[in-house]
């Protein structure tokens, strides 16, 4: 079981949208519609923003969205704010009642 | 609003057990819409999942921890706990306790997100 493939850092001006992508495999994030993403700030613990590839918890802005295709899995943040600017982790449900977490992704805004 | 607070020793020597309790308030541990797990982040690192826990005792842990985690559930207390034997350096991190969502797809259940967290407790493995 291998970690999930995210790029290590993004950046992006206010008002602009990124992407952060998540790659996995087909006995992970291919197989099911099971992935999170998860905001860190420093010296916080994690906060869910997607479950379930594209659901958005209440109170959750709409600037966040989830997709996925294939094995890779895709957060986008829409109109960026400086508030944005913190740590983004993916998860999946990996088979066997295992779940494996992605290596995370800063997001700048600059 | 539901609350999971970790707590245990913030300090192990090397080659001993681990010991975590993470209580939950305003909710109830055995409520059959829910698992509960752990989740360690070693400094400067990513998050890790460690294990998860169903109200009636089944478990189900990471392959690489497997064979030194030990996670267990006291519904009178509203409580689970975990247990990493045979400590190194690596398991120092902040460990999480987190609530986890219970989700039926084609009549099969599977844990899911981690959609409620404990504030984190750092525990540092060190003689």
């Known amino acids: 079981q291998s970690a999930l493939t995210q790029p290590a850092s993004v950046s992006g001006s206010p008002g602009q949208s990124i992407s952060i992508s998540c790659t996995g495999t087909?006995?992970?994030?291919?197989?099911?519609?099971?992935v999170s993403w998860y905001q860190q700030r420093p010296g916080e613990a994690p906060k869910v923003m997607i479950y379930?590839?594209?659901k958005r918890p209440s109170g959750v802005s709409n600037r966040f969205s989830g997709s996925k295709s294939g094995n890779t899995a895709s957060l986008t943040i829409s109109g960026l704010q400086t508030e944005d600017e913190a740590d983004y982790y993916c998860?999946?449900?990996?088979?066997?009642?295992?779940?494996?977490f992605g290596g995370g992704t800063k997001l700048t805004v600059l | 609003q539901l609350q999971l607070e970790e707590s245990g020793p913030g300090l192990v020597k090397p080659s001993e057990t681990l010991s975590l309790t993470c209580t939950v308030s305003?909710?109830?541990?055995?409520?059959?819409?829910?698992?509960w797990g752990w989740v360690r982040q070693p400094p400067g690192k990513g998050l890790e999942w460690v294990g998860t826990?169903?109200?009636?005792?089944?478990?189900y842990y990471s392959p690489s921890l497997k064979s030194r985690v030990t996670m267990f559930v006291d519904t009178s207390k509203n409580r689970f706990s975990l247990k990493l034997s045979s400590v190194t350096a690596a398991d120092t991190a902040v460990y999480y306790c987190?609530?986890?969502?219970?989700?039926?797809?084609?009549?099969?259940?599977?844990?899911?997100?981690?959609?409620?967290w404990g504030q984190g407790t750092m525990v540092i493995v060190s003689s």
């Open positions: 379930e590839v594209n």
């Open positions: 987190a609530r986890q969502r219970k989700v039926a797809v084609s009549r099969e259940y599977f844990i899911d997100t981690f959609d409620m």
């Open positions: 305003a909710g109830s541990i055995s409520s059959t819409t829910y698992y």
């Open positions: 998860c999946s449900y990996a088979g066997s009642s295992t779940m494996v």
């Open positions: 826990i169903y109200y009636s005792g089944s478990t």
């Open positions: 087909s006995s992970d994030i291919g197989s099911y519609n099971l």
